[in-house]
C-alpha cells in the first residue's frame, strides 16, 4: 500500500513552466515502484504523459510532451517530478501520479498501474 500526493499545480500563461511534484508514503522502499504521469482533460479519457523506471535509469514520454516535459525521481525523498516547460492550453488537466510494483517496468496504460494520487489542477491560458 501506498499513498500518494501531487503538488505543483495552478494557472500559467502558455509558454510558462510548473514543476510538479509526488511525495509518497509507503510502507516499503519508494524504489520498489515504478512510477508515471497521466493527465485528465474535461471530457477525456485519462492519458499517458511520462514514465520513470525504479532506479530512475529509465524514461519514457508521450510524443505530445517529449522534449518539453521531463520525468525525474529521488528516491532518498521518496518523491518523484513532473518538469513541464513551453506549456500549450492543450496540457491543461488534472494531472494525476500513479505508482506499481508489479511488471512491466514501462508501462504506459492507467490499467498497468495500482495507487493514484488525488490529483492537482494545472490550467494554460493563451
Known amino acids: 500500500q501506498v499513498q500518494l500526493v501531487e503538488s505543483g499545480g495552478g494557472l500559467v500563461q502558455a509558454g510558462g513552466s510548473l514543476r510538479l511534484s509526488c511525495t509518497a508514503a509507503s510502507g516499503r522502499a519508494f524504489s520498489a515502484y515504478k512510477m508515471g504521469w497521466f493527465r485528465q482533460a474535461p471530457g477525456k479519457e485519462r492519458e499517458f504523459v511520462a514514465v520513470?523506471?525504479?532506479?530512475?535509469?529509465?524514461?519514457d514520454y508521450a510524443d505530445s510532451v517529449t522534449g518539453r516535459f521531463t520525468i525525474d525521481r529521488d528516491n532518498a525523498k521518496n518523491t518523484m517530478y513532473l518538469q513541464m516547460n513551453s506549456l500549450k492550453p492543450e496540457d491543461t488537466a488534472i494531472y494525476y501520479c500513479?505508482?506499481?510494483?508489479?511488471?512491466?517496468?514501462?508501462?504506459?496504460?492507467?490499467?498497468?498501474?495500482?495507487?493514484w494520487g488525488q490529483g492537482t489542477q494545472v490550467t494554460v491560458s493563451s
Open positions: 520513470i523506471s525504479r532506479s530512475g535509469r529509465n524514461r
Open positions: 500513479a505508482a506499481d510494483e508489479t511488471p512491466p517496468t514501462m508501462a504506459t496504460k492507467p490499467a498497468q498501474y495500482e495507487y
